[in-house]
């Protein structure tokens, strides 16, 4: 499946809009305190780990959004946009959305 943040795809041509399709992942205080005793992964201002945590949530949400783009018969999603939020008392949780508009392509 074709999935771009671009309101089209070069080449191909929507025949059909699905609407919009999203996509999100929560990452809970755990991952926080993981993050947070891996500080001496920290190297020139940037956490691997924290890189990592944040890859995997994105990955988790544009599968979602995927999963959800095909149930409603689509075969691209176009116009995606990625959100990123901290959640909850003390900033806890990491939430990474995605959402975008389910079309089908020829």
Same mark, same amino acid.
């Given at each position: =499946? *074709?999935?771009?943040?671009?309101?089209?795809?070069?080449?191909?041509?929507?025949?059909?809009?699905? &609407? /919009? /399709?999203?996509?999100?992942?929560?990452?809970? #205080?755990?991952?926080?305190? *993981?993050?947070? #005793?891996?500080?001496?992964?920290?190297?020139?201002?940037?956490? &691997?780990?924290?890189?990592?945590?944040?890859?995997?949530?994105?990955?988790? #949400?544009?599968?979602?959004?995927?999963?959800?783009?095909?149930?409603?018969? #689509?075969?691209?999603? /176009? &116009? /995606? *946009?990625?959100?990123?939020?901290?959640?909850?008392?003390?900033?806890?949780?990491? =939430?990474?959305?995605?959402?975008?508009?389910?079309?089908?392509?020829?």
């Amino acid at each position: =499946m *074709d999935i771009t943040t671009t309101p089209s795809i070069e080449g191909r041509r929507i025949v059909r809009y699905l &609407g /919009v /399709v999203a996509g999100e992942a929560i990452m809970g #205080a755990n991952v926080f305190k *993981d993050l947070f #005793a891996g500080v001496r992964d920290i190297v020139g201002g940037r956490s &691997g780990t924290y890189e990592r945590e944040l890859q995997r949530a994105r990955e988790i #949400a544009l599968d979602e959004l995927e999963q959800r783009a095909r149930a409603v018969g #689509a075969n691209a999603v /176009v &116009g /995606v *946009d990625l959100d990123y939020e901290v959640l909850g008392q003390g900033n806890s949780m990491l =939430m990474v959305s995605a959402s975008g508009t389910a079309v089908v392509v020829e």
